[in-house]
Antibody
Framework: QVQLQESGPGLVKPSETLSLTCTVS????????WSWIRQPPGKGLEWIGYIYYGGSTNYNPSLKSRVTISLDTSKNQFSLKLTSVTAADTAVYYC?????????WGQGTLVTVSS | QSALTQPASVSGSLGQSITISCTGTSSDVGGYNYVSWYQQHPGKAPKLMIY???NRPSGVSNRFSGSKSGNTASLTISGLQAEDEADYYC???????????FGAGTKVTVL
């Protein structure tokens, strides 16, 4: 059974870079697609992007200029970087497995953007 | 990037059936069979209930079913139970921008 766990700072200052890591256990990251999805408090879900194990990526057009998703196969992890954050980026960030539908989710981590 | 359209809330009595709609365009829901549905209880991660319009993952109750007609997809919950009370989100592939878009969510209340 694949399990995912997000980790990273819970507080980021405006204009800085949000960085999160997802550790995958119970399966190899060297297959399938790996995605990030976020949910602002009290609001709906937003797809951020995915990375394929071969390294290709695809991002939400509305975030594309600020997002980078990368893989570290040696650690069985993948990561999210979101630059120039504002209060609108405050959300619970989920790492997930898949591209078009997502059966495996991390528990989510709240990232607050505030000075 | 506009969200897919879902009703804000749907309610039903125990044992009844309800249907949640998810309306998009020919560039997303209507153009591809890549619609999925998620159930989310408060404070929990979403759970996949339906993928590729009408396929149910292993372990999901057969009380949940999905369908699509034109630009509108639907999730039907039959034999409504107390534990079905949750938020439900639809998602679809969208060709413009080659991305995935969610609906705004529907709160299901069991009366």
């Amino acid at each position: 059974q694949v399990q995912l766990q997000e980790s990273g700072p819970g507080l980021v200052k405006p204009s800085e870079t949000l960085s999160l890591t997802c550790t995958v256990s119970g399966g190899s990251i060297s297959s399938d697609y790996w995605s990030w999805i976020r949910q602002p408090p009290g609001k709906g879900l937003e797809w951020i992007g995915y990375i394929y194990y071969g390294g290709s990526t695809n991002y939400n057009p509305s975030l594309k200029s600020r997002v980078t998703i990368s893989l570290d196969t040696s650690k069985n992890q993948f990561s999210l970087k979101l630059t120039s954050v504002t209060a609108a980026d405050t959300a619970v960030y989920y790492c997930t497995r898949g591209a078009g539908w997502w059966a495996y989710w991390g528990q989510g981590t709240l990232v607050t953007v505030s000075s | 990037q506009s969200a897919l359209t879902q009703p804000a809330s749907v309610s039903g009595s125990l044992g009844q059936s309800i249907t949640i709609s998810c309306t998009g365009t020919s560039s997303d829901v209507g153009g591809y069979n890549y619609v999925s549905w998620y159930q989310q209880h408060p404070g929990k991660a979403p759970k996949l209930m339906i993928y590729d319009v009408s396929n149910r993952p292993s372990g999901v109750s057969n009380r949940f079913s999905g369908s699509k007609s034109g630009n509108t997809a639907s999730l039907t919950i039959s034999g409504l139970q107390a534990e079905d009370e949750a938020d439900y989100y639809c998602n679809s592939y969208r060709s413009s921008g080659t991305s995935y878009v969610f609906g705004a969510g529907t709160k299901v209340t069991v009366l």
